[in-house]
């Protein structure tokens, strides 16, 4: 009878161990899904900062140089007005996605090809006395956005 009871009491045993062994690789399973699907939201969010910015800046150097064309054609007051009204709005388009790559992105070579690319792109309203200098501040802004593009595509490659 004591062989018995033994023999019950480790097969009770085993089964509780075996549940517990059981539901612990369960439970990390599932903390490994969370922290995979939490780093491919992190990695989307990131991506879509980059790129948000980096249209948002598209933009806005286009209306700039639009912008431009029309100070040094001599354009209308009111398509001058349409102009400055448009490169306003596309300006502050920048700020959003700009604030979210600085929340998601802690990278510093990132960060500084950003507020380069931003920085020359806003200098081309400087760049409204000629024809040239208003081509040469666009393809400084342009250049730099390839730029900005480059590196953060290497930071998202280096972080996946």
């Not at 209306?63 to 054609?73: C, F, K, N, T």
């Not at 354009?75 to 502050?92: F, G, V």
């Not at 700009?98 to 992105?105: F, P, Y």
């Amino acid at each position: 009878m004591l062989a018995t009871l033994v023999t019950t009491v480790l097969a009770v045993v085993g089964t509780l161990l075996g549940a517990i062994v059981s539901g612990r690789f369960q439970e990390r399973a599932a903390e490994r899904s969370v922290l995979t699907n939490h780093a491919e939201a992190v990695r989307r969010d990131r991506l879509e900062a980059v790129t948000a910015l980096a249209c948002a800046t598209s933009d806005h150097r286009r209306a700039m140089w639009m912008r431009g064309d029309a100070v040094l054609s001599r354009a209308s007051a009111e398509r001058n007005q349409e102009l400055l009204d448009e490169s306003h709005r596309t300006r502050s388009e920048v700020t959003r996605p700009l604030v979210a790559l600085r929340v998601l992105i802690e990278d510093q070579a990132v960060r500084a090809a950003a507020d380069h690319m931003i920085t020359l792109t806003y200098a081309m309203r400087e760049a409204f006395g000629t024809d040239e200098e208003l081509t040469a501040a666009r393809e400084a802004a342009k250049v730099a956005h390839d730029r900005f593009v480059d590196t953060a595509a290497s930071y998202l490659t280096r972080t996946v």
